[in-house]
């Protein structure tokens, strides 16, 4: 019983030192240098494998859960472009119309919160097909863990593919314009991108910009974004090399900074800027009514 009971607390010791062993400090956040040095793998896996983080997750409080009034969207489903089955909420404009506004969600996937900016700006723009995106395939997240697992499962592949899928979906004749937070920031762009000559605007908040410069070459749109300067990702530097970028790739950014932190457009998270806000959301709609009227 000795023997059993110190083979026992050996093989517990054994295992904790070998636990201790393979743990990792938390990564750390990406240097502006090292955006385009320290990688091969394209911007979108970069934020995946690395910039998701405990560091990254720290900035992002749970959100506060909101009811959806009067809402009149719905889900759809459609093809991706490998076959499989795609998804996301669409409210209709009353009208036919070829324009089609792809909203990108932040990290913790298509909630209400999502939503409901979705039906907010169906409302205001009127003219407009707004269609946003699930690009989590039906998971919502709830805490940062579990949007941690949900982000780093998201292989740019596949969620290329939800986005070639909804952009079938709009159809050949569809002027598709793009928006997106944090996360989807960084997904409008790539939606952009994706859409080819379809493309006709795309906002950005405070999303992690495309460092490609073939791939901006290609860019068929100009670009309107807002960043916080108190930001760490992207910090000023980042945004100072996108505005670089898209000037010698002879795109057009409109980039406009507030003395604000990540996630400012967020009424749930701490560091909500209201001034900063209200400011960004006029001229973003400012900016899609300007291009689909």
Known sequence: MKKFLFITIAAFAMAALISASIKQAPAETLT??????????????????????????SWHPTP???TMENAVGKTITYKAADGTEA?????KAKKKTNNYLFVIQEWWG???????????????????????????????AETR????????????????????GAIAYAGPKANIYTIGWCFGGMWSLQTALLAGAQAKGCV?????PETDMEKLKALNCDVIGFFGTKDQMPNTAVVKQFQEN???????????SYEAGHGFANPSNPSFNKAATEDAYAKTIAYLKGKMN
């Open 110 to 140: 298509l909630n209400n919160h999502i939503k409901a900016e979705a039906e907010k700006l169906a409302a205001e723009l009127g003219n407009v097909n707004v269609i946003a995106i699930d690009m989590y395939d039906g998971k919502v």
């Open 204 to 208: 950005m908040y405070y999303g992690r």
């Open 246 to 256: 898209m000037a010698a790739a002879g795109k057009i950014l409109n980039a406009n």
């Open 87 to 91: 998804s996301g909420y669409e409210i």
């Open 64 to 66: 506060t859960a909101i």
């Open 145 to 164: 863990d579990s949007a941690m697992v949900y982000m780093r499962a998201a292989t740019s592949e596949r969620l290329q593919n939800i986005v070639k």
């Open 32 to 57: 502006p240098a090292c955006y385009t040095s320290c990688f091969t793998t394209q911007v979108t896996e970069q934020y995946r494998l690395q910039d998701v983080n405990a560091t990254f997750a």
